[in-house]
């Protein structure tokens, strides 16, 4: 079945900084690939996503971008606030269920 | 937020007891699924209904069972708790097809002693 790696667990940054979070999936069948933010005691809510037919996507401050041929996707936040800093996980799915990622834990620093 | 509640959003129960948590949409959404997320392991899925009556595991089935006999509501039933069952349970909703976004209530908080 799928297995989706995430990297790093945790990562600090300076506010205003980028932040990369990166991570690899296993089955080259998966075609869907959400990120989720979560913070602290909430749901986890829905930020940005990417198909299959796309390497890159971006909606204001983030990005997503896709290599399927190196089975790896990645988040990306520029100019970083603190009301950035949560959980965040990546998730792969073929058709119908999610593989989630172990999540990473972004603090952003003032 | 998407039309998703969970009830209850805190319980607290002994080991061996039984335990139904509820998912309830309001969004006619033809998947549902259960999830718990436990600290490192992210969320996992525990079983998931792509219709009335239709369910099927997930990754970590084992000690629950599910029912769907209404479109609204998505039930998860621990038959007979156990302390590794103290978890977070989240619902969460897909209209399916080609749309693929899930979209999650709020969260159960469980625990088992």
């Known amino acids: 079945g799928e297995n989706v790696e995430q990297h790093p667990s945790t990562l600090s940054v300076q506010e205003g900084d980028s932040a990369v979070i990166k991570c690899t999936y296993s089955?080259?069948?998966?075609?869907?690939f959400p990120w989720y933010k979560q913070e602290l005691g909430k749901r986890p809510q829905l930020i940005i996503d990417?198909?299959?037919?796309?390497g890159e996507k971006k909606d204001q401050r983030i990005a997503v971008t896709l290599n399927k041929t190196a089975k790896h996707f990645s988040l990306h936040i520029t100019e970083t606030q603190p009301e950035d800093s949560a959980v965040y996980f990546c998730?792969?799915?073929?058709?119908?269920?999610?593989?989630f990622g172990p999540g990473t834990r972004l603090s952003v620093l003032p | 937020d998407a039309g998703i509640t969970q009830s209850p959003r805190h319980k607290v129960t002994e080991t061996g007891t039984p335990v139904t948590l509820r998912c309830h949409q309001t969004?006619?959404?033809?998947?549902m699924y259960w999830y718990r997320q436990d600290p490192g392991h992210g969320l996992r899925l525990i079983h998931y209904?792509?219709?009335?009556?239709?369910?099927d595991k997930g990754e970590v089935s084992d000690g629950y069972s599910v029912s769907r006999s209404k479109t609204e509501d998505f039930l998860l039933t621990l038959e007979s708790a156990t302390s590794s069952q103290t978890s977070v349970y989240f619902c969460?909703?897909?209209?399916?097809?080609?749309?693929?976004?899930?979209?999650f209530g709020p969260g159960t908080r469980l625990t088992v002693t």
């Open positions: 969460a909703i897909s209209a399916g097809d080609t749309t693929y976004e899930q979209y």
């Open positions: 089955d080259s069948a998966s075609n869907y």
């Open positions: 990417i198909r299959s037919n796309v």
């Open positions: 998730a792969a799915s073929g058709e119908i269920n999610f593989v």
């Open positions: 969004e006619n959404h033809r998947y």
């Open positions: 209904s792509y219709g009335v009556k239709d369910t």
